[in-house]
C-alpha cells in the first residue's frame, strides 16, 4: 500500500486569539486578518499537488479550509476528531486571568505533562489517541494520497510531541507556527513526523521522503 502524506494546517487567526482567550471546542469567527491568512495559504498550497481536505468540525477550521479551498477545488469532509482539545469550564478564560484567579491549580495541572486535564475537559493523552485514530482511518480510505488537515494549534503540538516522543511541559517548544505545516506519513497502520514549521513555498520538500518510505521520520509514541 502507498503512503499517505498528511499536511497539518491550524485555522486562521479568530477573535479568541485576538483577545487571548481559551477556545477549546467552544466557537469563535475568524478575523478579517485570519480570513486573509487563509485565502493566501490556498494561494500557497497550490504546488502541494492535495487530493482532499480533512477539517476539524469546528466552525474557524471549516471557514478556514473553505478559504483555502477556493483556490484548490478539492473534496472537503469534515472530521470531529481533529477538534482542538476540550478546556472543560475553562472554555472562554482569558489565559492572562486564569493565570491570577486559578494560578495554583493550573501551574499544578500544568506539572503533569501529558495528563494534563483541565477541570471537566479531555487530557492531551485522549487528544493524541483520537487524532491518531483519524489520520490512520484516513490513511485506511485514502492510500497514497496528500491530504491537508485543518486543524487546531493543539492538535498539532500533541501530535509533533507524541510522534517525537517528547514530553509535553510548561515552556516546550512550539511545534508550527501558523500558516505552516506539520507533515506526517502514514503507511501499513503506522504514522511517522516528517518535518515541522514547513514554509507552503517549500512543496518540493516532500520528494525528498519518498513516495513509500518512511525515511527521515520518527515512530508514534506509544
Not at 12 to 17: L, P
Not at 137 to 163: C, M, S, W
Request: aromatic letters at 6%.
Amino acid at each position: 500500500m502507498s503512503a499517505t502524506l498528511f499536511c497539518l494546517l491550524r485555522h486562521g487567526e479568530t477573535e479568541w486569539n485576538s483577545q487571548k482567550r481559551i477556545q477549546g471546542q467552544m466557537e469563535s469567527e475568524l478575523t478579517a486578518t485570519g480570513q486573509e491568512q487563509a485565502d493566501s495559504w490556498g494561494r500557497g498550497l497550490r504546488g502541494w499537488s492535495l487530493d482532499r481536505i480533512i477539517s476539524s468540525d469546528l466552525g474557524r477550521a471549516v471557514h478556514t479550509a473553505r478559504l483555502c479551498n477556493a483556490h484548490l477545488g478539492l473534496p472537503h469532509q469534515r472530521e470531529p476528531r481533529f477538534r482542538e482539545q476540550h478546556w472543560g469550564t475553562w472554555q472562554g478564560c482569558v489565559i492572562r486571568d486564569l493565570r491570577t484567579t486559578h494560578a495554583e491549580e493550573l501551574a499544578k495541572l500544568e506539572k503533569l505533562g501529558w495528563n494534563f486535564r483541565p477541570p471537566n475537559g479531555e487530557d492531551r493523552n485522549e487528544v493524541l489517541h483520537r487524532t491518531r485514530e483519524a489520520l490512520l482511518e484516513a490513511a485506511k480510505n485514502f492510500p497514497g494520497q496528500r491530504i491537508l488537515i485543518v486543524t487546531h494549534r493543539g492538535v498539532q503540538r500533541t501530535l509533533d510531541y507524541g510522534l517525537s516522543n517528547c514530553d509535553y511541559m510548561p515552556g516546550s517548544q512550539e511545534s508550527t507556527q501558523r500558516g505552516r505545516l506539520l507533515l506526517v506519513q502514514a503507511l501499513d497502520n503506522q504514522l511517522r513526523l516528517l518535518d515541522r514549521d514547513v514554509p507552503l513555498d517549500a512543496a518540493d520538500k516532500i520528494e525528498a521522503y519518498g513516495k513509500n518510505s518512511f525515511s527521515g521520520g520518527r515512530s508514534f509514541r506509544e
